[in-house]
C-alpha cells in the first residue's frame, strides 16, 4: 500500500500545491491496481492526473464537505461524464458526511441530486462501519472540527510483503480529541493535519492541530511514522516540524506535493 500526495496546502491552493488530496494504491493477489481518494480539493485534479486516469479511481473518501477537501469533484463529474471514451456507466463510490450528494449538487449548480447519482454512488460514513474496495479497508471516526468530519483508518497489503497487513490514518481536519487518539492508534503511518502554530493560534480549539499536537497525538498513540499537513501556505514547515519533533521522536515528515509514502 501506498500514499501519493496529490494535493496537500492547507485551506486554500498555495504557490507549490493543491489544496487536500490524497491517493491510495494497493494491488489485490491478480496484480490488479486498487486506487481510493481521500479527499479532493481545489486544484489537485490537476495534478491527480500525473498519478492516475481520474476516471478509474475506485472510490472516494471525504473528511468533510469544506471546500478544501471538496471543490475537485465538480471537475472529476466533468471527467466522468463528458470524456471522448463516453461516460463511466458505473457510478464511482462516494463515501461521506451527511450531506455530501447535496454538496456536489450545490457544486455543480444542480437543484437537486438526481444528476449526482448518474455518477457517484454517495454513500453516508457510519462511524466505526469498514468500507472495503479490493484489498483496502476504510474505517471513518468521528472527528472534532467545526462541521462533521470524520478521519479514515486505511488498511491493506504492505509493499514489501503482500501477505502483511498496514495501516495508515488520515486525520481529515480536526482539533485534539478522543476520536483522533482512537483512528491514530498504532498505526504504521499518521497523516496529520498540523494547520494552526502554537503562539499565533492553539488559544483556537475545535479546529485544527499545532505541529505540537499532532506531535503529542502520533506519541501518545505510539505511531511509526508521522507527516504532517494541510499547512497553509503562510505557515513555515520549519516551524511546524520544530513543534513535532520536540514532542515526537519517530520518523517526521511534513508532506509535499507529489511525496509517495511506502508502507
Ligand atoms: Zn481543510
Ligand atoms: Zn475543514
Do not use: K
Not at 503511518?189 to 505541529?211: I, K, M, N, Q
Amino acid at each position: 500500500m501506498r500514499l501519493v500526495v496529490v494535493g496537500c496546502a492547507g485551506s486554500f491552493a498555495g504557490p507549490d500545491s493543491a489544496a487536500s488530496s490524497y491517493l491510495v494504491q494497493a494491488e489485490d493477489e491478480t496484480g490488479r491496481t486498487w486506487s481510493v481518494l481521500l479527499d479532493l480539493g481545489n486544484g489537485a485534479l490537476g495534478p491527480l492526473q500525473r498519478v492516475v486516469d481520474p476516471a478509474t479511481v475506485d472510490a472516494v473518501a471525504l473528511s468533510h464537505l469544506h471546500a478544501d477537501h471538496v471543490a475537485d469533484l465538480a471537475g472529476l463529474d466533468v471527467v466522468r461524464r463528458y470524456r471522448p471514451a463516453g461516460p463511466c456507466t458505473t457510478p464511482v463510490p462516494l463515501h461521506g458526511p451527511e450531506g455530501t450528494a447535496a454538496r456536489l449538487a450545490q457544486l455543480n449548480g444542480d437543484e437537486d441530486t438526481s444528476a449526482v447519482a448518474e455518477q457517484f454512488d454517495v454513500r453516508t460514513w457510519q462511524p466505526g462501519v469498514a468500507v472495503r474496495v479490493g484489498p483496502l479497508e476504510l474505517v471513518p471516526v468521528p472527528v472534532e472540527h467545526p462541521l462533521p468530519a470524520f478521519g479514515v483508518r486505511v488498511t491493506g497489503p504492505a509493499e514489501d510483503d503482500p501477505a502483511r497487513r498496514v495501516t495508515l490514518a488520515y486525520t481529515g481536519d480536526t482539533d485534539e480529541c478522543g476520536g483522533l487518539d482512537v483512528l491514530a492508534a498504532g498505526v504504521d503511518l499518521l497523516l496529520s493535519e498540523a494547520a494552526f502554530v502554537e503562539g499565533r493560534d492553539d488559544a483556537v480549539r475545535g479546529v485544527h492541530l499545532t505541529g505540537r499536537r499532532a506531535g503529542e497525538v502520533a506519541a501518545r498513540a505510539a505511531v511509526r511514522r508521522l507527516v504532517l499537513t494541510h499547512l497553509p501556505a503562510w505557515n513555515d514547515p520549519a516551524v511546524t516540524r520544530a513543534e513535532a519533533r520536540a514532542v515526537y521522536d519517530g520518523p517526521l515528515d511534513v508532506a509535499r506535493a507529489g511525496d509517495v509514502f511506502a508502507l
